[in-house]
């Protein structure tokens, strides 16, 4: 078998563009133009290339962004300074905060102060209940990537078996409250899953992994998931970016699982670029809420 390939690059394009143009009637219709604010802290050359897609990605859909650079010496204090006034700030829509964050800074306290409306990556503890109670303000960009590029290959998950490898706050946890939804906002067809998900402490995890219908890979760790690990016709999705000798690689290992899936994501040009095409509609969506909040 040789797989098809889920092409995440041309994905994202269609939906950036129907971004693009819902912006526009927005705007035309007297809406504020949808304002994202990233802060970046420190120097982490891989983040600063991240945030910087996510800015220009911005401009190309008629949004504004504002990029906030604060130093590696940066202290929680200080951060939880910046925030409360990017939370007051009336043209700020959503706000983004770049993560790894440097050391000293306590990473909790400070996703804990962006302000829920505001909280376009969906990690402020309201709105992960509010994803788990099933009823979302915002869906976590990566989860909804996956989602969404499933959708627009019509590869259902409903009664599937998702193997989710890796349980991050980013990926792996919101992923699989996606997926146990009898709809997440993207139809029956593409929830109502029967939702496994593997770490670092599961036993047997290549016995579990062969029963996936759909198995996703989000641990970070290069070419984890080989094709002895993969079910004859499965889906693989592949999340990770890993930097391995100036190349980036997946946590899948393209070439064998490519003999044994049905269909597969690339990396890069998979699931990276429909991560920032969700960020979009996130800020989207939460210039819209703003403006029906305010008095
Ligand atoms: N670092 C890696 N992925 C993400 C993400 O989706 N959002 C933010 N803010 N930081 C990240």
Known sequence: ??????????????????????????????????????VLVGDDPASQVYVRNKEKACQKAGMQSRLIRQPDSTTTEQLLDLLAQLNLAPEVHGILVQLPLPKQIDTQSVLDAVDPIKDVDAFAPENVGLLVQGRPRYLPCTPHGIVHLLAEYRIETLGKHVVIVGRS????????????????????????ATVTVCHSQSENLASITRSADILVAAVGRPKLVTADMVKLGSVVIDVGINRVEDQIVGDVDFDSVCEVAAAITPVPGGIGPLTIAMLLRNTLNAAKLQAIQQP
């Open 1 to 38: 078998m040789r797989a098809e390939i889920l092409d995440g690059k041309s994905t994202a394009a269609k939906a950036r563009s129907r971004i693009a143009e819902e912006v526009a009637q927005w705007v035309a219709g007297g809406g504020a133009i949808p304002t994202l604010a990233a």
């Open 169 to 192: 706050d980013i990926v792996g946890k919101p992923l699989a409250n996606m997926l146990v939804q009898r709809d997440a906002g993207l139809g029956k067809s593409f929830a109502n």
